[in-house]
């Protein structure tokens, strides 16, 4: 045998070391040529010896060694032990009417339960995890593009004071020089005044001294006595240069006049999604009855949209195209009168508190701050529908075109466009036509969920606009008419929460899609617009009613 090609040679005997391999022992897995075939079982007498075709080995299970009997294989299982076993264990003591199971159907058994494992994680598990790659990819992508942002808009806000304080150090200039100009002016003119003066006393002191010294008594006689002519002197001017008043400012009062940094922490989920068994809240978290904690009237006809931002703020809109506020005990506070002209398409406090709407019909975000409304962001081609303020700061809007054909999703920072979610990866609508009203919402775990009432499914993208999943209702419904949900909101456990007007009752779905369960009773009738306080009630807009409801549904 020719060493350097030994790789391309038949296999060989392990007793001669000579001949091809034709058989092989299964009891003490060692290839075996026709020849040896009888020395090895004399050498080995103790030894079930298993001596099976080379081809029949190759198909055959390899069954392990007995640590009790080494000379036999485990060919059995033991059920109660959970370990393999010989045929002689089976008859001992130790394992005296155990159940045992032949090892081929245990290995079949294991065989189909790793298919399956091998499947789900082909099928499943990889495919997430790319998903999951991909997004972190494109968050790195929008993370270098908003700080470049970021820093671009510092320099140019930079530069804009620089502008100002140029400007301002220009003014104050031309403003010295012409104080002093009038100064000089006054000063100088003054001096004249004086130095003519001076010129007329020597005049006087030489004519009377050209008096004393003449022999001529006429002239003598004529001289008049001058001194009340010299003897009030000119006003003294007092004259001040202008005082330029400083202010001793610190780095951190320039830090919050030029504008500062919010640093937002990177924060990971406490629930993160659990593939095939999605992380859910307990049953019994639910209370088994939700509990109406308080309501009140709103003088709403048709309200549509409720925003909690304290017990003290609960602000409303409905059909009469005002926006209201509200304390806990239902009084009506403040009554905003808006350009809408019917109604405002809803409402929302941004992170700097100042109350925002959406005027569809103007086609422009409102801002109302102290003062009148003015217009925020103005649109040209489409209208503005729902609104979300996010835990970032940016805003999500709803937009439709004039024929209400097409609807998008669009963030902004500030009044800046930062992304636009409208397709999903196969390029077709997220978002079905014919209705802009998509009442919208962003979950804890950044993800940007849509109540599409028209289409009856509640969409779900990631925080990049990637398709997540879509809620059609849940299956085992026995409700007399078709979903269609209106108002959506989360809440601190990453739960979706939508109302289901016609069927009067709310949804609650987990970060997943899961429906967990349902909020009925409470006398509700029509929910729509939804928003979470801060003692973990939901407070609910009924839209026939007027009415806002407040309910307990979950043990804190």
Same mark, same amino acid.
């Given at each position: 045998?020719?060493?350097? +090609?030994?790789?391309?040679?038949?296999?060989?005997?392990?007793?001669?070391?000579?001949?091809?391999v034709?058989?092989?022992?299964h009891?003490?897995?060692?290839?075996?040529?026709?020849?040896?075939?009888?020395?090895?079982?004399?050498?080995?007498? /103790?030894?079930?010896?298993?001596v099976?075709?080379?081809?029949?080995?190759?198909?055959?299970?390899?069954?392990?060694?007995?640590?009790?009997?080494?000379n036999?294989? %485990?060919?059995f299982?033991?059920?109660?032990?959970d370990?393999?076993?010989?045929?002689? %264990?089976?008859?001992?003591?130790?394992?005296?009417?155990?159940?045992?199971l032949?090892?081929?159907?245990?290995?079949?058994?294991?065989?189909?339960?790793?298919? *399956?494992?091998?499947?789900?994680?082909?099928?499943?598990?990889?495919p997430?995890?790319?998903?999951?790659?991909?997004?972190?990819?494109?968050?790195?992508?929008?993370?270098?593009?908003?700080?470049?942002?970021?820093?671009?808009?510092?320099?140019?806000?930079?530069?804009?004071?620089? /502008?100002?304080?140029?400007?301002l150090?220009?003014?104050?200039?031309?403003?010295?020089?012409?104080?002093?100009?009038n100064?000089?002016?006054?000063?100088?003119?003054?001096?004249?005044?004086?130095?003519?003066?001076?010129?007329?006393?020597?005049?006087?002191?030489?004519?009377?001294? !050209?008096?004393?010294?003449?022999?001529?008594?006429?002239?003598?006689?004529d001289?008049?006595?001058?001194?009340?002519?010299?003897?009030?002197?000119?006003?003294?001017?007092?004259?001040?240069?202008?005082?330029?008043?400083?202010?001793?400012?610190?780095?951190?009062?320039?830090?919050?006049?030029?504008?500062?940094?919010?640093?937002?922490?990177?924060? &990971?989920?406490?629930?993160?999604?659990?593939?095939?068994?999605?992380?859910?809240?307990?049953? #019994?978290?639910?209370?088994?009855?939700?509990?109406?904690?308080?309501?009140?009237? #709103?003088?709403?006809?048709?309200?549509?949209?409720?925003?909690?931002?304290?017990?003290?703020?609960?602000? #409303?809109? !409905?059909?009469d195209?005002?926006?209201?506020?509200?304390?806990?005990? !239902?009084?009506?506070?403040k009554?905003?009168?808006?350009? %809408?002209?019917?109604?405002?398409?809803?409402i929302?406090?941004?992170?700097?508190?100042?109350?925002?709407?959406?005027?569809s019909?103007?086609?422009?975000?409102?801002?109302?701050?102290? !003062?009148?409304?003015?217009?925020?962001? *103005?649109?040209?081609?489409?209208?503005?529908?729902?609104?979300c303020?996010?835990?970032?700061?940016?805003?999500? &809007?709803?937009?439709?075109?004039?024929?209400?054909?097409?609807?998008? &999703?669009? /963030?902004?920072?500030?009044?800046?466009?930062?992304?636009?979610?409208?397709f999903?990866?196969?390029?077709?609508?997220?978002?079905?036509?014919?209705?802009?009203?998509?009442?919208?919402?962003?979950?804890r775990?950044?993800?940007?969920?849509?109540?599409?009432?028209?289409?009856?499914?509640?969409?779900?993208?990631?925080?990049?606009?990637?398709?997540?999943?879509? +809620?059609?209702?849940?299956?085992?419904?026995?409700?007399?008419?078709?979903?269609?949900?209106y108002?959506i909101?989360?809440?601190?456990w990453?739960?979706?929460?939508?109302?289901?007007?016609?069927?009067?009752?709310?949804?609650?779905?987990?970060?997943?899609?899961?429906?967990?369960?349902?909020?009925?009773?409470?006398?509700?009738?029509?929910?729509?617009?939804?928003?979470?306080?801060?003692?973990?009630?939901?407070?609910?807009?009924?839209?026939?009613?007027?009415?806002?409801?407040?309910?307990?549904?979950?043990h804190?």
């Amino acid at each position: 045998m020719n060493p350097p +090609y030994a790789a391309q040679d038949a296999a060989r005997c392990q007793i001669c070391e000579t001949a091809v391999v034709h058989m092989h022992c299964h009891s003490c897995e060692v290839n075996l040529c026709m020849a040896c075939i009888g020395n090895h079982v004399t050498l080995n007498p /103790r030894t079930e010896h298993q001596v099976l075709g080379l081809d029949l080995h190759k198909s055959s299970l390899t069954f392990t060694k007995c640590c009790t009997h080494p000379n036999q294989c %485990c060919q059995f299982y033991c059920k109660e032990c959970d370990i393999p076993v010989c045929s002689k %264990c089976i008859s001992s003591e130790k394992h005296s009417r155990h159940l045992f199971l032949q090892m081929c159907q245990v290995f079949e058994s294991r065989k189909s339960t790793i298919e *399956k494992d091998t499947k789900a994680l082909e099928d499943v598990v990889c495919p997430k995890y790319e998903n999951i790659a991909q997004d972190i990819e494109n968050e790195l992508k929008n993370l270098e593009s908003e700080f470049k942002r970021i820093t671009t808009m510092v320099f140019e806000h930079g530069k804009e004071w620089h /502008r100002r304080i140029d400007l301002l150090v220009s003014r104050l200039k031309t403003e010295i020089n012409a104080i002093r100009e009038n100064q000089i002016y006054a000063l100088r003119k003054q001096l004249s005044h004086v130095k003519n003066k001076i010129i007329a006393i020597n005049d006087a002191i030489d004519e009377n001294n !050209g008096a004393l010294s003449s022999k001529e008594v006429i002239r003598t006689l004529d001289c008049k006595i001058k001194f009340t002519n010299f003897n009030q002197l000119p006003p003294a001017l007092y004259i001040q240069s202008p005082i330029f008043s400083t202010r001793s400012i610190t780095d951190e009062e320039v830090s919050q006049l030029f504008g500062s940094l919010k640093t937002l922490p990177i924060t &990971v989920q406490k629930e993160s999604e659990t593939l095939n068994d999605p992380t859910k809240l307990s049953p #019994t978290q639910f209370l088994e009855e939700p509990e109406l904690v308080s309501s009140f009237y #709103t003088s709403f006809q048709k309200l549509c949209n409720v925003e909690y931002k304290n017990a003290e703020n609960i602000w #409303t809109s !409905g059909k009469d195209g005002t926006i209201k506020k509200f304390n806990l005990q !239902g009084s009506c506070l403040k009554t905003i009168i808006t350009s %809408c002209g019917t109604w405002p398409a809803d409402i929302a406090w941004n992170h700097t508190g100042e109350l925002l709407y959406s005027d569809s019909v103007a086609r422009s975000l409102k801002i109302v701050k102290r !003062g009148p409304v003015k217009n925020w962001i *103005k649109f040209k081609f489409w209208k503005p529908g729902n609104i979300c303020v996010c835990f970032s700061g940016d805003l999500l &809007v709803t937009l439709c075109n004039d024929e209400e054909t097409q609807v998008k &999703v669009v /963030r902004y920072s500030g009044p800046t466009e930062k992304q636009t979610i409208q397709f999903d990866e196969e390029g077709k609508p997220l978002y079905s036509g014919n209705s802009k009203i998509k009442y919208i919402s962003e979950n804890r775990n950044l993800d940007v969920c849509v109540a599409d009432s028209h289409a009856g499914v509640i969409v779900v993208v990631n925080q990049a606009g990637r398709f997540r999943f879509r +809620y059609t209702g849940h299956p085992n419904s026995s409700k007399a008419k078709p979903f269609k949900p209106y108002g959506i909101t989360t809440d601190s456990w990453s739960q979706i929460l939508t109302s289901d007007s016609d069927n009067h009752c709310i949804h609650i779905l987990d970060q997943t899609g899961q429906f967990l369960h349902y909020i009925k009773n409470c006398h509700l009738q029509n929910p729509h617009g939804l928003c979470v306080d801060d003692r973990f009630n939901l407070i609910v807009a009924e839209y026939y009613s007027g009415m806002i409801k407040i309910i307990k549904y979950i043990h804190k």
